[in-house]
């Protein structure tokens, strides 16, 4: 049980278990690719390219849930795990999804959920949310500091298509590795990621670097 924890095929809650995301990659052969199938790979690639962790997180209700995960190799490094579910407010990928969503959703997010202060730095108010939800929707990117994890900034975009937000691609690392360098090339990698995803023609992994010109 232990291993099929481990590899996704199930879900542990104190005792108890349910079938976890990696058994949808038990498919027919032929089948179109699942959900899961089409993200591993990419955030494995973006986990290879930039040795961060790496997850993919869906929605559920009003939180994110890992679907799909890639951990660093550094010695220092943020850890998730699939199945692992998260407030929409304190993590990057759930501030990416809170920012695809209606009018409505969001007066109804904002009138029932106890949003959680988990550190100094947790933006858990109302107009301050919005603030960087009007942020996220003019750049695409959604960005958290020590929010959730003391030490721990993270990165996100949601992926969009046929006007459905089917989940967000998200970048964890210890600010201490976090300078200008780092956040252009995690940009970068979410970027592709998510032209990969929503069907734009961006084939070639890993992206070519940034010239001198592009990066002013």
């Known amino acids: 049980l232990s291993t099929l924890v481990d590899r996704g095929y199930l879900d542990r809650a104190r005792r108890q278990y349910r079938l976890g ?9 032929g089948a179109e690719p699942t959900l899961v199938e089409r993200v591993t790979p990419i955030v494995r690639a973006i986990t290879r390219e930039l040795n961060e962790t790496c997850g993919f997180f869906v929605r559920h209700g009003f939180e994110v849930e890992a679907v ?7 010695a220092l490094r943020y850890t998730i795990e699939v199945g692992q579910r ?7 990928a759930g501030k990416a999804i809170l920012a695809t969503l209606p009018e409505d959703q969001l007066r109804l ?6 949003r959680r202060v ?3 730095q947790t933006i858990h108010e109302e107009e ?7 942020q996220i929707r003019r750049t695409g990117v959604a960005r958290t500091f020590e929010e959730h994890t003391p030490g721990i900034t993270g990165m996100a975009r949601a992926v969009v298509i046929d006007g459905e937000t089917v989940g967000a691609f ?5 600010l ?7 956040e252009h090339q995690a940009q970068r990698l979410l970027d592709r990621a998510v032209g990969l995803m929503q069907g734009a023609d961006v084939n070639v992994w890993p992206p070519a670097p940034a010239t001198a010109e592009a990066r002013r």
């Open 109 to 114: 997010y904002f009138r029932t959920v106890a």
């Open 86 to 92: 998260a407030p929409l407010h304190a993590f990057a």
């Open 170 to 174: 998200s970048i964890a690392m210890p």
């Open 128 to 134: 301050a949310l919005r603030a960087a939800i009007a």
């Open 68 to 74: 799909a995960r890639e951990i660093g190799l550094q």
């Open 176 to 182: 201490a590795r976090c300078d200008a360098d780092k």
């Open 21 to 29: 995301p990696a058994v949808a990659q038990l498919h027919r052969a």
């Open 118 to 120: 988990f550190t100094p």
